[in-house]
């Protein structure tokens, strides 16, 4: 008897040190990954902007309201280069000022940043999901301005963390919320990680 209740008790210290162990390995391994996920998706996030950028440069200020037609603008647009001869600030300056006019390829300037322009639209860790994008034209201050807003929400990249339970171990995370840059409101390419 004394046998079988000494192996009851040997078990269940057992069980109570995996417990143990396994609620303080989850909080830090949901830091670990959520960190890890995270940052994957701020870094195309990142380079979708500078993608956005690039088509405003070359479609004079407009935003691409579909991934489709970001990556058609960008493998057959040209960037404008603008080269001023003379100096328009200098008082002294006697001579007529010229401006010099050339076109370089956008895929030029893409390929050499090593961006995969079919890949943009995908959200790392989203098994095949794409991140949303709007774009558009708003008065904002009795100004017509052109707006972008390109996100996800949180739960679609964060795989088996996606659950509100793991708010616990952090309580700014809400899962449902987007992680995004720009704004359909206001003339605004910030990120909301950047606050």
């Known amino acids: 008897m004394k046998l079988v209740i000494n192996l009851v008790l040997f078990a269940l210290i057992g069980l109570i040190g995996y417990l143990l162990v396994y609620s303080i390995q989850e909080p830090i391994k949901f830091k670990a990954e959520k960190d890890r996920r995270q940052n994957a998706v701020v870094d195309k996030l990142l380079t979708i902007r500078k993608m956005q950028e690039f088509y405003r440069d070359i479609k004079d200020g407009a935003f691409a ?100 339970k793991y708010a616990r171990y952090d309580n700014s995370y809400k899962p449902n919320n987007l992680i995004k840059f720009g704004d359909m409101t206001k003339p605004n390419l910030a990120g909301n990680w950047e606050r």
């Open 65 to 164: 309201p579909t991934f489709d037609s970001l990556a058609y603008v960008l493998r057959n647009g040209d960037f404008r280069n603008i080269k001023v001869i003379g100096d328009p600030d200098d008082p002294n300056f006697q001579g007529e000022i010229t401006y010099d006019t050339s076109y370089i390829p956008a895929i030029d300037t893409i390929e050499a940043l090593g961006i995969n322009l079919d890949s943009l639209a995908y959200v790392p860790y989203g098994e095949g999901a794409r991140f949303e994008i709007q774009a558009d034209t708003l008065t904002y201050q009795s100004t017509l301005v052109n707006v972008v807003q390109v996100g996800v929400p949180i739960k679609t990249f964060m795989g088996q963390y996606g659950d509100p």
